[in-house]
Nanobody, 115 residues
Framework: QVQLVESGGGLVQPGGSLRLSCATSRSIFSFATMGWYRQAPGKQRELVALITSGGSTNYADSVKGRFTISRDNTQNTVYLQMTSLKPEDTAVYYC?????????WGQGTQVTVSS
């Protein structure tokens, strides 16, 4: 069974930083396109950042310049470094793996940005 486990969420002040981690199954990590999505209350889930198996990245306009997605193929882990956090970044953040035309999801981790 494919496992994706997120960690690193929490409550932070506006302007603060968090780093989210997603540990993935060794069997699929090196082949998969990895992404971070988020879903705020009452809103649709949206793509935040994506990184391909080759290391190419894409970001939502709302987070460009503030968030950085990266992957460590040795550790089978994808990261989302979030800086200059804003209240509108508050959401449940989900790790996603796209592999052989299938999507795999983590359980989500809550990020709350509030003073």
């Amino acid at each position: 069974q494919v496992q994706l486990v997120e960690s690193g969420g929490g409550l932070v002040q506006p302007g603060g930083s968090l780093r989210l981690s997603c540990a993935t199954s060794r069997s699929i990590f090196s082949f998969a396109t990895m992404g971070w999505y988020r879903q705020a209350p009452g809103k649709q889930r949206e793509l935040v950042a994506l990184i391909t198996s080759g290391g190419s990245t894409n970001y939502a306009d709302s987070v460009k310049g503030r968030f950085t997605i990266s992957r460590d193929n040795t550790q089978n882990t994808v990261y989302l470094q979030m800086t200059s956090l804003k209240p509108e970044d508050t959401a449940v953040y989900y790790c996603n793996a796209k592999f052989q035309w299938r999507d795999f999801w983590g359980q989500g981790t809550q990020v709350t940005v509030s003073s």
